[in-house]
């Protein structure tokens, strides 16, 4: 055939065979089928042509094999993709808006995969089953051109996306600025991709870019299993961009993700991050010198459920100014029972944190794991384990030292508190009140009180451990002032928070007033459990 | 054709054209529908024909496919299949209300090993399970199908049960199809059972995607499964995205027979990993196990929003006469819509016993709703939280006046972020409880407390007990206890410990709540009278509010 083959309508191509003159690896321009209304394309070979479905309506294309060959989907409604092959200079191009389709069960190999063009809009899609070897999967017909995309009711679903041998990108990339996706999902995915054939550290194996704002819903990346292989930049593994974080929800649960950068989560009003598996390839192995930087970011969201990940970074440099593993900023959430792993990493960009957390937020049962044999020795733990920040926050138990000094009002669920009392008058003396901890603590604060106030000096009270003043700025003991009861919270010195088990605490009297001594003292030490990354102490 | 076509067995029809009428009006006279193909016996295919006006029937057909058809206002109607596909064909009823066409895959007795994949149903179509027989479902997988249009029925039983008619459901898969009323009508959703005697065993319905009615009020479950007078097994929901648009409907409602486990059947539901938007929520009664864990749901905007959502879905999480029941990390933001349930709690658990964990509520006092979270039974209760800080209410909207109520006999309450309210509970135990001792050495005298106790944190205090070593006679030592020198035992009876005896007992002072900074002593109002009593410890435990 010349350029032009079959223009059928309301009818059935079965078992041609169509191929261009087109020389190899040359674009063609052949059309082997121009299909319309009610057409059925069934066992056909395209070999260095195409077959385009124009409006077709209520139709199936099915077992036929395409070589260097496109099948073109544009205003179609209703039609069933399934048992196709492509290769070569070939695949699914969706160029005009379609609804009520599944493009299933075909088999893409070394080929484009599927790729929709901008200013097209689709609903009620599914891509289900499929198998992309060293292709592109499934992603936007170029770069974002200014034009709008749309994507609601879809599934893309049970496709299993290699690039082990040739590579290929292999992603699923959707949209750009104004485009609107919604009420999607994507789960039981596989995919895989070399990374050196991606520069750019902000790209995403699966990556939904949703900033129209007038639209709502959902999007739900579950259950896939994503592994990048290579060395750096590196590549995160799922990418949910919104904008207006007043309509859209993210939800990213149960995925495993081997070599990539991880999950970010941007402008949604709810960013569900749970129970993803984010491992890191050994540092000697064959595919990696360096391990890669993963991260679970979400940035500037309403609200913010992040719970039973697990995740493992390594010493790359990063990208991010805040340096941290995990890092969550939104109005209010759950941070819980997410387990984090890596070590300190200099340079610029560096990680020296595990945990961020920037809102009111309920944070729980998070723990850093940085004592097993994954790292070597010289590589040192996380100075900072988990920070918070902003106001309100709640936190339980957690397995992560804890730094609040940026937070207002932050709440501690575990904190405990001891009393030593003193009945009658006050003398001065060192050594009065004693304690053993009993497990590895931290103090928050110490406070006295009075039955009787001091008159003419205040009554001044200090806390050691193993000797040494927790209160390193002697200014800031716990003081009852003179005609006063209550002396108010003293802070430790940062330095000195940190005990040991059986560390000795001793609760020393400096100064017990002067015209009249103070009477009837108890003195309040608060502290809770904790754990942090060192080996000190016994 | 005209009113018959083909019967084939052990062959195949590929490629062939049907058309049962000319027109719609002029067939609709007739009132019968035409045959295109009858499939009966073995080894049957059908493939890449079109069917206009003009029906499938398989009766009794062994390892069949139909594949890559055109079914327009025809029906593929199964009376009897084992060993089935039917994969990647079109369906196109008629939106019309005048015309009955439907374009549908009809079961109307039994399947037995089967995949309905792949295929595309338009308007007046869908999977419909016909109560004119027992139906049975056996070993199956509906995947990676597309639904939508109006009158479509989804996956689901169609017409009313009648005399003994019941499903039975063994080994099926629902999972990867998108189901959507996008262009209003219909009742898109999964719905088996209601009928006299079902059986549904080892059912799964993972990773669809389920729009619900957008025009037309539709108020029945997205995923509904009825069971109410016989089911075992278990059955699964999980990783579905469920959006009930604008209506009350629950997203997901199990409704089995078993109520408590009384009837000691095995009836085991697990709902888990499903985003639901914008309705009434999850609901499972009448199962002996439930597991609701790890769903979402987040709320759609407000009155400034859209009219979609002018008025918040009430969003709710029930789980009820159960035997066991473990409700765990969901997270569901409730709305002010009316709810039709009497307890008026987002999540409200009822079993003999269980474990609700990790769940965070949010929402606002309002007419429909007023509580967190209610537990009925002897559940271990930990790490909940409601969370009410932020912005996604205004600043008018109040918290729930009661955060997590607590009944029955029996829990251990653990670390909760929420104000716990037990006092409908019995035997509770609060794994959070710290104590505080006061002492007094010798012989007791009458004294007012000098000792002042601070509290650096808001605190509850749960109960007081008083222990001598010396026991009083003659008369009692009472204790009391005052906050800011104010006693919390205005009305309840004081620690007392009688005449001849060393302990008190645990006493509930009246006023509980201790704020940070606030102080306590303790008053010794009684020493005895013949022997005073001597070594008095008193025991305050306390809990954070």
Known sequence: ?538 | MSNVGIVVGEGSVIGCTFYGAWDDIGYEALATDALAIEADGWWSNISSCKFTRANVELRNTQSCSIYSNRFYKSDIQIWDAVDLSVMGNTFEGNDNVNDFWTARINVSNSIDGFVISNNALHENSGIALNWNSPIFLWNGNISGNAFDGTSNVGIGMVGVPFGFDYIEVFDLNISGNVMSDWWGGGDMRINLGGGNDDSIWDLMITGNNIEGDDVNVVALPLIDITSESQFSGNITISDNILNGYAFDVWSVSVIGSDSFGLTSSRQSVTVSNNTLWASAGILVEDVNFITIADNYKPQPRGPSWSNYYSVRETGQIRAIASSKATVMNNYISSGSRASTTPDKAVIYVEAYEGKVSGNVVEGYDSAALDTGIIVDGAFFVNDNHYLGVGQRYATSETRFPNELVVRGDGSTIGINGMEVDTSAATSTTFLDLSETYFSMRGALAVTGGTLRLPFRQDVEIVAISAMVGTAPTGASVIVDVNLLGTSIFPTSTKPTIAASSVDSGLAVPDTTFVAADEYLTVDVDQVGSTVAGSDLSVLIQWRLA
Not at chain 1, 286 to 303: G, K, L, M, Q
Not at chain 1, 305 to 328: P, R
Not at chain 1, 501 to 526: M, R, Y
């Open chain 1, 1 to 538: 055939m010349a350029n032009y083959g079959i223009n059928v309508w309301d009818g059935s191509v079965e078992n041609c065979t169509f191929e261009s003159n087109a020389g190899y690896g040359v674009p063609h321009t052949a059309v082997g089928i121009n299909a319309e209304y009610n057409s059925n394309v069934k066992g056909c070979m395209f070999y260095r042509a195409d077959c385009v479905l124009e409006g077709v309506y209520s139709s199936s294309t099915t077992d036929n094999e395409f070589y260097d060959g496109y099948l073109d989907l544009k205003y179609d409604f209703q039609v069933a993709v399934t048992g196709n092959s492509f290769e070569g200079r070939s695949g699914i191009l969706v160029t005009g808006s379609c609804t009520l389709v599944t493009v299933s069960n075909n088999q893409f190999i070394e080929c484009l995969g599927m790729r929709f063009d901008w200013n097209t809009y689709h609903h009620e899609f599914v891509i289900d089953g499929n198998t992309f070897a060293d292709t592109d999967g499934i992603r936007m017909n170029g770069a974002y051109d200014q034009t709008s995309f749309g994507f609601e009711n879809f599934a893309i679903t049970n496709n299993q996306m290699g690039g082990i041998q040739y590579g290929g990108e292999n992603k699923i990339v959707l949209g750009g600025t104004d485009s609107y996706i919604q009420h999607g999902i994507i789960a039981y995915n596989t995919a895989a991709i070399h990374v050196q054939q991606d520069a750019s550290p902000d790209d995403a194996m699966i990556d939904i870019t949703n900033l129209e704002n007038i639209y709502d819903g959902i999007i739900q990346v579950s259950d896939n299993n994503i592994m990048a292989l290579g060395n750096p930049p590196g590549v995160l593994g799922i990418a949910l961009r919104g904008q207006d974080y007043d309509s859209l929800s993210a939800y990213v649960t149960g995925n495993t993700l081997y070599g990539t950068e991880g999950v970010f989560v941007e402008g949604h009003q709810m960013a569900v991050v749970s129970d993803n598996y984010i491992s890191q390839p050994p540092g000697t192995g064959s595919f990696d010198a360096d391990d890669v930087t993963s991260y679970i970011r979400v940035e500037p969201s309403e609200t913010a459920i992040v719970k039973g990940n697990h995740i493992s970074s390594g010493n790359k440099t990063g990208v991010h100014a805040d340096k941290s593993v995990m890092s969550i900023t939104a109005v209010n959430g759950v941070v819980r029972d997410n387990v984090i792993e890596g070590n300190e990493v200099a340079g610029t960009f560096g990680l020296d944190t595990a945990l961020r957390i920037d809102g009111a937020f309920y944070i729980t049962d998070n723990y850093y794991m940085c004592q097993g044999t994954r790292y070597a020795e010289n590589l040192s733990p996380f100075p900072n384990e988990m920070v918070v920040l902003g106001s309100d926050s709640v936190l339980g138990s957690n397995g992560m030292r804890v730094d609040a000094t940026g937070a207002t009002n932050p709440v501690f669920k575990n904190a405990r508190e001891i009393t030593f009392s003193v009945q009658g008058d006050l003398s001065a003396g060192t050594g009065q009140m004693r304690w053993m901890a009993p497990e590895k603590m931290e103090l928050i604060s110490v406070s006295a009180m009075v039955g009787t106030a001091p008159t003419g000096a205040p009554i001044i009270i200090d806390v050691t451990q193993n000797g040494t003043t927790v209160f390193t700025t002697q200014g800031n003991r716990p003081t009852i002032l003179a005609t006063e009861n209550d002396s108010g919270l003293a802070y430790p010195d940062a330095s000195q928070t940190l005990l040991y088990t059986k560390s000795s605490f001793v609760v020393d009297v400096d100064q017990v007033g002067s015209t009249v001594a103070g009477e009837d003292l108890i003195v309040t030490v608060k502290w809770r459990p904790t754990d942090w990354c060192d080996t000190g102490g016994t």
